[in-house]
């Protein structure tokens, strides 16, 4: 009977459901956004409006980009891990990546971003800050 018992706690750990490593679900950020970022390199804010579809830990969306001098619109995709988020803008082909924390009911967020040397991004860095606009 202990054995029982014991593969049965087994089974439980495994497959997540007594195990305190879990990760957590992540929040719900899905609906329409407004980002402002702000660059440390060259002092300007650029305004991001656009949309973010969620499936699961799996993000993407459209933005349209106001005061940024390298594009007027970027494609959006990324994941969540619990509050983390990982996002790439593309802006007429040049990468930007996004980190940050999102809040717990997912209407707010913030971070930093890189982008790459060269071309019109030109190795900017700065930091964000996101608010859930509609669902």
Do not use: R
């Not at 992540?26 to 956004?33: H, K, L, V």
């Not at 973010?52 to 993407?60: D, E, L, M, P, V």
């Not at 594009?71 to 996002?87: E, H, K, R, V």
């Amino acid at each position: 009977m202990k054995t029982v018992a014991l593969i049965v706690i087994c089974v439980f750990l495994l497959s997540g459901c007594l195990n305190p490593f879990n990760s957590s679900e992540p929040p719900n950020i899905a609906g329409s956004w407004s980002i402002s970022v702000t660059s440390s390199k060259f002092g300007n804010q650029i305004t991001a409006t656009g949309t973010i579809a969620q499936n699961g830990s799996h993000i993407s969306g459209s933005f349209s980009l106001a005061g940024d001098p390298c594009a007027d619109s970027a494609a959006m995709s990324g994941t969540l891990d619990g509050n983390s988020i990982n996002m790439t803008l593309s802006e007429n082909g040049q990468n930007v990546i996004f980190t940050g924390k999102v809040t717990n009911n997912g209407s707010s967020a913030n971070g930093s971003y890189t982008a790459a040397t060269g071309g019109c991004t030109n190795g900017d860095t700065g930091t964000w800050v996101g608010n859930k606009t509609a669902k």
